[in-house]
């Protein structure tokens, strides 16, 4: 079984540019986070979605994040436009609801913004 | 959720068991400890956890205190791959999704 898979795996974009992540989730796994590590940092929490519903978006840290998920299935989280301070590793995970379960997260997105 | 502290770093050498302890004074009673790993370059991977009685798995055991105040993850025999951060988070049942809290976490070093 496929694992979570996040795209593209690197991203070096201008300040100012816009960039769009992408998160499979495992099959079947309807929920779905987005987190970030940026440089020396703590990884935290951005978003969580219950299908296609955003359940939780505390974390996402100012309106140049969007992040979408159309039909339950995969994710995107756009960034428009990019700042400096967003470089950093985006990650995303899944799960499975109603089953007791750990948060599986795929190999993250490194972005540099410059 | 109840937060933990962890020491900032170890140095474990290959073949040693490393022992990372955490404290989590403030844990409930139907909260449960949950231990995960960064390796770099890596998402963050699940390792094990437990409420109240000793663990163990593939990966590690997992002890945790009496009184549940603190526990220790144990790799047996550290291999230079361990080399990580670890965290220790609290978090509520197993069947709860909500987010995950990543504190500073461990840096284990496993040298040759």
């Known amino acids: 079984e496929a694992g979570v898979t996040q795209f593209p795996s690197h991203s070096v974009i201008e300040k100012g540019q816009t960039v769009t992540l992408r998160c499979d989730p495992i099959s079947g796994h309807d929920n779905l986070y987005w987190y970030r590590r940026v440089m020396g940092k703590e990884i935290k929490f951005l978003l969580h979605f219950v299908k296609e519903s955003k359940q939780d978006e505390s974390g996402m840290p100012n309106n140049r994040f969007l992040a979408e998920r159309t039909g339950g299935t995969y994710s995107t989280l756009k960034v428009q436009p990019a700042e400096l301070e967003d470089s950093g590793v985006y990650f995303c995970a899944s799960r499975e609801t109603g089953v007791p379960d750990t948060q599986y997260f795929g190999p993250g997105t490194r972005l540099t913004v410059l | ?112």
């Not at chain 2, 404290?23 to 139907?30: F, K, L, P, Q």
């Not at chain 2, 798995?57 to 670890?86: C, F, G, Q, W």
């Open chain 2, 1 to 112: 959720d109840a937060k933990t502290t962890q020491p900032t770093s170890m140095d474990c050498a290959e073949g040693r068991a490393a022992n990372l302890p955490c404290n989590h004074s403030t844990i409930s009673g139907n909260e449960y400890v949950y231990w995960y790993r960064q390796i770099h370059s890596q998402g963050p991977q699940y390792i094990i956890h437990g409420l109240k009685n000793n663990e163990t798995n593939e990966m590690a055991s997992l002890i945790i205190t009496e009184d549940r105040k603190s526990s220790t993850l144990i790799l047996p025999h550290a291999t230079l791959r361990d080399t990580a951060v670890y965290y220790c988070i609290v978090r509520p049942s197993p069947y709860n999704t909500d987010k995950l809290i990543f504190g500073t976490g461990t840096r284990l070093q496993v040298f040759p």
